[in-house]
């Protein structure tokens, strides 16, 4: 690999501490510490993705470049640094957080000219790892490595996973937070991004009253990463809120289109540039539900629930709103802004399942329709996936109820039977008024509605082959994940088997990473 291609701008320009010192601290007034990653000393590499590192200009893999991907060996001339951020946690302000098991090597440009940023996660601790250790263990390192590489699959925008290998360290973790403590594999993940970016960034810094430093990383992060803004002064801040506005509306809809639950939309999770990020206890969708919430800690509240991931991002938007305030300083443009976002993100929202339903343009009637829709996916429990696959099959001869059994987690007795009927007439009559033909409806819904999708069951099996030395179900799904609209393997096109119902790891998780 042409590790030697990293670059590091970021540290260059702004104001950080280089004193290289691990422990846990608060640093005002800088935007990033020098920090090493730990060093472990028996490394073994998991999976290492070739596509990419070719992509971003690191070129192939040798043997000797493990050393790299655990964060041993660095490329010369090159400081590892974490970066400081606060943030907005289940609704409260958090203070100053940070990169606390992420390193960052710097940035590499590839021939065409693309910019990627290199993070270690799970290398060791940073300044900002608070009371953690800064290690990743296998789990969550396997949830990052593969989730982030599906939605990327999928066609949503997200940070991407480069390699992923054991540390050869053990590491401790309470899994469920109840008093039992257990040694887990160590495992360290390379991911990348245009830039890892978050609000937390900006809040930091305008908490902080740095407002120098906040305009010169709102300047920084225009000109790099915003060439369509090409106004000055204030207004070219504007622009980039409203861009950031809609490139998250449109994250949102994505999300909705796959059943992506995050989990965690804490506003230190959320990417500038409206990529997903922080891969932790996140849940693809199986029976569809508005209120599922994968994570254990958000339970109470569930402030992160499926269906409120519109709503909590438009909160999310106004926290960073508050923070871009001293450079913007026009409360009403922010306030109509944050207004705009709600219509826009539904609109978006309501084309996006008309795509799913092979509708041509969004009629009148659809939001009704829609509605009704959801009622019916959460009283007769359908899988998400499945649903729009049996959808896409239907043909005027088949026995409906039949057709769609295997697709829902319950048994459709008579009632709910004529239910799905009556529900299916009503498609047909509005499929019947789209101006594209059938075919086209057909491709249409082919492109919205993916046939693999990556279950919480599989990634947990894939976990405990990983566990016991073997491989083939990550190859698989490996596979499987790269061809997300097409069925390469009919066993992947079920529902989760009723054994996994309640298993930790599996339909409820924690945060313990
Ligand atoms: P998350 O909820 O995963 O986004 O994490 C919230 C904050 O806790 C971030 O600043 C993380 O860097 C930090 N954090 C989470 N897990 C660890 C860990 N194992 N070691 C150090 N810091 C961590
Ligand atoms: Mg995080």
Redesign the pocket.
Known sequence: MNIERIQQPFIKIFPGDTSNNPMQRNTPKVLFSTIKPAGFEKPQLIAFNEALSEEIGLGKYEKKDLDFLVGNHLPENIQTYATA?A?H?FGNWAGQ??????ILAGEITNDAGKRTEIQWK?AG??P?????????VLRSSVREYLMSEAMFHLGVPTTRALSLAFTGEE?VRDIMYNGNPQLEKGAVVIRTAESFLRFGHFELMSAQREYNTLEELLDFTIENYFPEITSTDSQKYKDFFENICTRTANLMVEWFRVGFVHG?M?T??MSILGLTI?Y?PYSMMDEYDLNFTPNTTDLPGRRYAFGKQGQISQWNLWQLANALHPMIKDEKFLEDTLNRYGNYFWEAHDKMLCRKFGFDELKKNDEEFFTNWQGLMQELQFDYTLFFNQLEKLTSNVDIKEHFSNASYTFLNEENSNKLKNFIESYESRLKSNTISREESLKMMERSNPKFTLRNYLLYECIEEIENGKTELLEKLTKALKNPYQELFPEFSSKRPSGYDDTAGCSTLS???
Request: glycine share 20%; net charge negative.
């Open positions: 951020y943030g946690q957080l940070g990169d606390g098991r992420a799970g601790a940073t900002y790892s608070r009371h953690a250790d800064g290690r990743a590491v965690v804490n230190d999770n922080d932790g945060c313990s990473s």
